[in-house]
Each structure stands twice: as structure tokens, then as C-alpha cells.
């Protein structure tokens, strides 16, 4: 909910907010004005301290009960607290004081779709629609409404309108994204917003949204390009230059992504995520010491920032210091047990260091959390090929092949396995299965067989497929 769009803090807010507070913890009954109380409920909103808001509203109550603006505030609190029904209340009261404020329409809309009236919340916007002088963001609201019903279809359809009639509308760019990202309908909304970045070339959020699209849809150069146009309009934003270093990575463009860190870190400031992307663009390009140094300043900042205990981690494990990484790699799972890859970096250390057992019971949880990184297939199943239990490797690699059926490595490495056990008729099928996924990667079986040639059904076949794809 893009409830603070259209708040901006004041210069002196920092100030303010420490006059109120020591006014607060010496128990005095210094007023404010008005309009300071509306900054400092909006200041703990931001903050998400909704109890500091919502004392900060009754104390702005006290001495301005008839004020419109701090019911409104005090409605949004509520609303954030989930106490919908006297949220109710509060904007009824407000209603009598500013009958057309289209604010109390939208938080009113929300809470009653809190309290699960979605359809009368749906109702209240639409009946508003045609006489609103500021249609945006009530058309984002039904797209939220929509969405909140499970009908993504007319979700889009309100988004798009929203984004129609304001461009740099945030909310309904990013609730657009999140409808066909969750439907897995992202190339359908690319058009449109090829159209509306034509009809409105100075929109940044448009450029934004654009980019941002490409990225899920991994077309990065023209994420890229979309980025440009974005910083080209706006040189001081430092999302726009977090998002270019994104694409860079994502290219293997490191130095250049590293660079792009940099503008955002010298606009933004100190900041984990920020030192996390410096960090792991100094480590794609093996400057394992400079990528430390930036993940420790993360963790100086925020201790539980599991990222930069997993890049200190990886770093090591690159450098073969596991008895290293695996300290940081164990500290990254023990905040956050629930990423896939803590896991896997923590299996292969383990599995460096002669730690059987414990590598491969990682490598199970990091299976279990996702089964689809092709990765965990491939060494989880190496380490039993290795002790010589191929039944086991095999099984392993074909339910790798059942999560991820066109993957063609797993495939070749399912060759590689039944050639290792003698199962020759089963390492055709699956050398024919890769070859039409993937020719050129039939190179990884030269890691296992240097005399490939001496198989001669399997050089047979290979070279069969070299003739068909004209390759030399």
C-alpha cells in the first residue's frame, strides 16, 4: 500500500522528532502545531513504529480534536494496526469535517476490505470514479481491490488505467509487475509498456517499470537500455543506478556493474544492501579481499544481514579456506534456514573438507527448499557418483531431470554416470535427450571421458548431431 507517496519530510523532521520525544519522556505538555503532528505521525508511519504513531495521533487529538487532516492520519494508523472497525469510525468523523476528501474514500475502501467487504469497498470507489478530479489513485485502489479477489484480469485492466492517466504513479506500476509476475504473464504486459514509455518518453517510472520488466523476463540488455533513459532523466537516482548495476551483473559485466554500485552508494549512502552489491561485484571478479571488506562493512551496520555472511562465506569457500567459510556459511543459515543457496555453499565447503555425511544432508535441505537449481542436482549426485554408489547417482540425476526436464547438463550428466556403471543403452537415450537440448554442451562429457572417442557409439552419435547442426 503506497499510503505515503505524497509525503515529504520536512528539512528540520529530524529535529522535530527529538523536541517531541524528550517532550514525551520528561512528561511535558509542550503543544505542537498542527501541522508538526501530522509530521510526526507520518514520520513513525515511514518508520513502521505504529505504536509511537498511533500515541503520536491521540496526543495530536487532544489538542486538535476538529482537525480533518489528523483524523485522516489516525484512520491510516488504525488501518495499519488491522483495527478496521474503529478505523471506521474515526473516518466518519472525519467525513463530517471534510465530506470530499478523497483520502478518507481510499482508506475507508480499505478498511472495509479488511474487514472483508471487498465488494462494498469495490462499490464506494466506483460510485466516486466518474466525479474524482484525481482519477490515479482511485483506479489503482480497484487494482488492488481486484487483486485482493484473485481477478488479476481486471487487476491489469485498472493498473493500466491508473498508469494511463498518471505515468509516475509508483504503486500501480510495481502492483502491475507483481499481477503478471504471479501469473506468469510477463511478456504480456511489455507492449504496453512500450506504449506508454512512447506516449510519455519523460516518465520515469515508466522507464523504471520498463526495465524492471525486461529484468524478470531476463532480457537485460534492453533492461539496460530502459535504465539509461531512466538515469538519463533523473542522473541522482539512486534506484535507477542500483537497477543498471543489476543488469550489469546479470550480463557478467562486473566492473562495470561494480561502478554503477558506486553512483548508488554515493547517492544513498551507507547502506547493507549497498555494500552486499559492491561486495559481490568485487567477488565475480576474484577480488576476494575488497568483496570482505564491503560485506563487513553490511554487518557493521546490520549484524543479521544474512547476505553478507553468506558473500564473507563464499569469498572464503573461492579461496579454499572452508573451515572459514563454513563458520560464515553456518551463520547465514542460522538467520535465514530458508534459502536454497546457504545451504548449497555450505554442502560444497562441507563437501571440500571431507565432511560427507554433513555435505549431503545440506544438500538435501537446499534440494528441499528449491528443486530447481540445477546445481545442487549436479554435485549432490556427484558425491555418490565419486564413492562408486552409481545407482544412487543416477536415481538422483534422473529425479533433477524430472524437476528440470530440458536442463541439458543434467542430461549429460546422466551419460556420464550410466558410462561410468556400464548402462550403454541407457547413456544413449540420454546423450540423444541432451544433444537435442543443448549440442555445444556435450563438451562437459570430455571432463569425465578424455578419450571419448573410444566409445564409439556415443563419438558415433555426437558426431551424427555435429553434422546436423553444421558444426566443425
Known amino acids: 500500500m503506497d499510503f505515503n507517496s505524497d509525503y515529504f519530510p520536512l528539512p528540520n523532521e529530524e529535529e522535530l522528532i527529538v523536541r517531541y520525544e524528550q517532550a514525551n519522556s520528561l512528561g511535558s505538555n509542550v503543544l505542537f502545531e498542527e501541522d508538526d503532528y501530522v509530521h510526526i505521525i507520518m514520520h513513525y508511519l515511514m518508520k513502521g513504529k505504529h505504536p509511537e504513531a498511533h500515541l503520536a495521533c491521540e496526543k495530536a487529538i487532544a489538542a486538535f480534536p476538529f482537525s480533518p487532516e489528523i483524523l485522516t492520519d489516525f484512520a491510516l494508523v488504525l488501518?495499519?494496526?488491522?483495527?478496521?472497525?474503529?478505523?471506521?469510525?474515526?473516518?466518519?468523523?472525519?467525513?463530517?469535517?471534510?465530506?470530499?476528501?478523497?483520502?478518507?474514500?481510499?482508506?475507508?475502501?480499505?478498511?472495509?476490505?479488511g474487514l472483508g467487504e471487498t465488494k462494498a469497498a469495490m462499490e464506494l470507489i466506483q460510485k466516486r470514479l466518474p466525479t474524482s478530479a484525481n482519477k490515479s489513485p482511485l483506479l489503482n485502489q480497484l487494482g488492488n481491490l481486484a487483486r485482493e479477489e484473485g481477478d488479476f484480469v481486471a487487476a491489469n485492466n485498472w493498473y493500466q488505467k491508473a498508469l494511463n492517466d498518471d505515468p509516475e504513479m509508483a504503486d500501480a506500476m510495481w502492483s502491475l509487475l507483481l499481477v503478471h509476475e504471479a501469473t506468469e504473464t510477463m511478456p504480456n504486459i511489455i507492449p504496453f509498456l512500450e506504449e506508454l514509455a512512447f506516449a510519455n518518453p519523460l516518465s520515469k517510472n515508466t522507464w523504471l517499470g520498463l526495465g524492471k520488466g525486461f529484468q524478470r523476463l531476463a532480457l537485460f540488455e534492453k533492461a539496460l537500455d530502459a535504465f539509461e533513459y531512466y538515469?538519463?532523466?533523473?542522473?541522482?537516482?539512486?534506484?535507477?543506478?542500483?537497477?543498471?548495476?543489476?543488469?550489469?551483473m546479470n550480463l557478467q559485466r562486473f566492473p562495470d556493474a561494480y561502478n554503477a554500485y558506486l553512483e548508488a552508494f554515493n547517492i544513498s549512502g551507507p547502506d547493507p544492501d549497498i555494500y552486499v552489491f559492491l561486495g559481490a561485484s568485487q567477488e565475480h571478479q576474484k577480488e576476494y579481499v575488497k568483496a570482505i571488506e564491503y560485506y563487513k562493512k553490511a554487518l557493521k551496520i546490520d549484524q543479521e544481514w544474512d547476505d553478507a555472511w553468506y558473500g564473507i562465506g563464499m569469498c572464503f569457500l573461492s579461496q579454499e579456506r572452508y573451515i572459514e567459510s563454513m563458520h560464515y556459511l553456518r551463520k547465514a543459515i542460522a538467520l535465514n534456514p530458508e534459502h536454497e543457496l546457504f545451504w548449497l555453499g555450505l554442502a560444497q565447503a562441507e563437501w571440500?573438507?571431507?565432511?560427507?555425511?554433513?555435505?549431503?544432508?545440506?544438500?538435501?535441505?537446499?534440494?528441499?527448499i528449491d528443486p530447481e537449481n540445477a546445481d545442487v542436482w549436479l554435485d549432490w549426485s556427484f558425491i555418490y557418483y565419486d564413492q562408486g554408489d552409481y545407482d544412487r547417482a543416477i536415481q538422483l540425476i534422473l529425479e533433477g531431470i524430472d524437476e528440470l526436464p530440458v536442463e541439458a547438463e543434467l542430461w549429460y550428466r546422466a551419460v556420464i554416470y550410466a558410462l561410468g556403471?556400464?548402462?550403454?543403452?541407457?547413456?544413449?537415450?540420454?546423450?540423444?535427450?541432451?544433444?537435442?537440448?543443448?549440442?555445444?554442451?556435450?563438451?562437459?562429457?570430455?571432463?569425465?571421458?578424455?578419450?571419448?572417442?573410444?566409445?564409439?557409439?556415443?563419438?558415433?552419435?555426437?558426431?551424427?548431431?555435429?553434422?546436423?547442426?553444421?558444426?566443425?
Request: with cysteine; net charge negative; aromatic share 10%.
Open 79 to 113: 488501518i495499519q494496526e488491522e483495527q478496521f472497525e474503529e478505523a471506521l469510525e474515526t473516518i466518519e468523523k472525519a467525513e463530517i469535517l471534510s465530506p470530499n476528501d478523497e483520502d478518507l474514500l481510499l482508506y475507508k475502501s480499505m478498511a472495509l476490505d
Open 421 to 472: 556403471c556400464g548402462r550403454y543403452k541407457d547413456a544413449i537415450n540420454y546423450l540423444e535427450n541432451a544433444l537435442l537440448l543443448d549440442f555445444d554442451k556435450h563438451i562437459v562429457l570430455f571432463d569425465f571421458f578424455t578419450e571419448i572417442e573410444m566409445q564409439k557409439t556415443i563419438y558415433k552419435l555426437i558426431d551424427k548431431f555435429r553434422t546436423r547442426n553444421n558444426t566443425k
Open 352 to 368: 571440500k573438507t571431507g565432511n560427507v555425511i554433513s555435505a549431503l544432508e545440506a544438500f538435501e535441505a537446499s534440494c528441499n
Open 231 to 248: 538515469l538519463a532523466l533523473d542522473p541522482k537516482a539512486g534506484e535507477g543506478w542500483l537497477q543498471k548495476g543489476h543488469s550489469l
